[in-house]
């Protein structure tokens, strides 16, 4: 074994020592992907026959997404160093001021968000102030969560504040846009905080 970088000779080639956890964290990271590619072939198939079905009707409103969340407290940590979510959010209404020009705007969105793994989940429901500059998109909401864990041995199912903010980006891509987004969201429960990357499609 090498002192300096952990290394081992096999068969006359040496190859690097893992660290501890290594394999378990692999194995979640990829379950995560696995959930989330299924979830994105699904919205695909949405946005293929949406638009085949209804060629002439306006844009629902509706956003569909999945993707993988990692939690920031360690007891998150403890329970998986990824986790799955997936979440949708209605647009409700638009915002326009006057000093906005045409590549910008902004509206109110009503948002609802699921993320969990094992014993751990959090349902944030939310309402949303979305701004938008072209493609770019900013947002930040507040609302409840319904969260669900097991901290320090006991159970717990509580309803408190939610709170969130992210941005992300559209591409114009047909009548249903797909598009990614990078979300912190967060409730009183802290233990249950989370930071996600998201794929979605617009309807």
């Known amino acids: 074994m090498n002192p300096l970088t952990g290394a081992k000779r096999l068969n006359n080639r040496w190859e690097l020592a893992l660290p501890p956890g290594y394999a378990r964290i692999k194995e979640e990271l990829d379950m995560s992907v696995r ?3 299924l979830v994105l072939a699904a919205m695909a198939v949405v946005a293929l026959v949406v638009p085949a079905t209804a060629q002439e009707t306006k844009p629902m409103g509706l956003s569909i997404k999945a993707g993988i969340v990692f939690p920031t407290s360690s007891y998150g940590r403890d329970v998986g160093n990824s986790w799955f979510g997936v979440g949708a959010e209605y647009k409700l209404k638009d915002m ?6 045409r590549a910008q705007g902004a509206h109110l969105s009503l948002s609802a968000d699921w993320y969990g793994k094992g014993e751990a989940s959090s ?3 939310m309402l949303n102030y979305v701004a938008t500059q072209n493609e770019m998109y900013w947002m930040a909401g507040a609302g409840l969560a319904f969260t669900r864990d097991d901290d320090a041995g006991s159970g717990n199912n509580k309803t408190s504040i939610a709170y969130g903010f992210g941005v992300g980006y559209n591409f114009q891509s047909g009548q249903n846009p797909f598009f990614v987004e990078a979300r ?14 998201y794929v979605g499609v617009r309807l």
């Open 35 to 37: 959930k989330t590619k």
């Open 96 to 101: 326009a001021f006057g000093t906005m020009d």
């Open 123 to 125: 349902f944030p429901v």
């Open 184 to 197: 912190y969201l967060g409730s009183g429960r802290s233990q249950l905080n989370v930071f996600g990357a």
